[in-house]
């Protein structure tokens, strides 16, 4: 089973436009991260987030956590074609493995 | 400095054969993840392996198995194939045990059971 839940589950937009995607899970964690994958390929990882951090950037992305709400927000800026890909959420918790969403299906058009 | 490196990248067998997937940590990693991927899906966890020795276990049957090696890498054998074993297989790496450390995945094996 899995245990984020990302939403949507495919996002096509433009171009220099930004992109939202949400993670919610159900359990405590230690920490978040979100990871792209391309067609199939390895994962790749973008960014980490702690459980007691509210929000997190890195180049063009900006990552939110609410613990309360038990839920993630991944922001993308300035869209470009290379972003295309699969972004999933994962979480960890006092064990040694990573839960991982289904994943959202971004699509930049040019 | 070369990544994780899996293989082969393509595989394909058919229903009740065996098969052994390899995996190469990163240098400098230490610990070992194996994680199942179906297509449309995101990956599920197998089993991690740390110090030669299967640190925790996901929702997989006996048929999978692991092993470590002394220089850190990993095999995943899985025995008795059934066609939903069919997806692509990931190995991950991290310098220290634990899900708190950021994961470094080689590109997979792609298993296509018949």
């Known amino acids: 089973s899995q245990q984020g839940e990302e939403d949507p589950q495919a996002l096509s937009i433009q171009e220099g436009e930004n992109a939202t995607m949400n993670c919610s899970y159900k359990?405590?964690?230690?920490?978040l991260q979100w990871y792209r994958q391309n067609s199939g390929r390895g994962l790749v990882h973008l960014i980490l987030?702690?459980?007691?951090?509210r929000e997190k950037h890195s180049g063009r992305l900006r990552v939110t956590l609410d613990t309360s709400k038990k839920s993630s927000s991944l922001l993308i800026t300035a869209s470009r074609a290379a972003d295309t890909a699969s972004y999933f959420c994962?979480?960890?918790?006092?064990?040694?493995?990573?839960?991982f969403g289904a994943g959202t299906t971004v699509t930049v058009r040019a | 400095d070369a990544g994780v490196t899996q293989s082969p990248t393509h595989l394909i067998k058919t229903r009740g054969q065996q098969v052994t997937l390899r995996c190469s940590p990163k240098?400098?990693?230490?610990?070992v993840s194996w994680y199942q991927q179906a297509l449309g899906q995101g990956p599920q966890f197998i089993f991690q392996?740390?110090?030669?020795?299967?640190?925790q276990r996901g929702n997989f049957p006996d048929r999978f198995s692991g092993h470590q090696y002394p220089n850190y890498s990993s095999e995943l054998n899985v025995n008795a194939l059934l066609l939903g074993d069919s997806a692509l297989y990931l190995c991950?790496?991290?310098?220290?045990?634990?899900?708190?450390?950021?994961?470094?995945f080689g590109n997979g094996t792609r298993l296509t059971v018949t």
């Open positions: 991950a790496s991290t310098p220290v045990s634990g899900g708190n450390s950021p994961l470094h």
């Open positions: 987030i702690r459980s007691n951090e």
């Open positions: 994962a979480t960890a918790s006092n064990d040694y493995k990573l839960s």
């Open positions: 359990t405590s964690i230690n920490n």
């Open positions: 392996y740390y110090e030669e020795e299967e640190r």
């Open positions: 240098s400098g990693h230490d610990t």
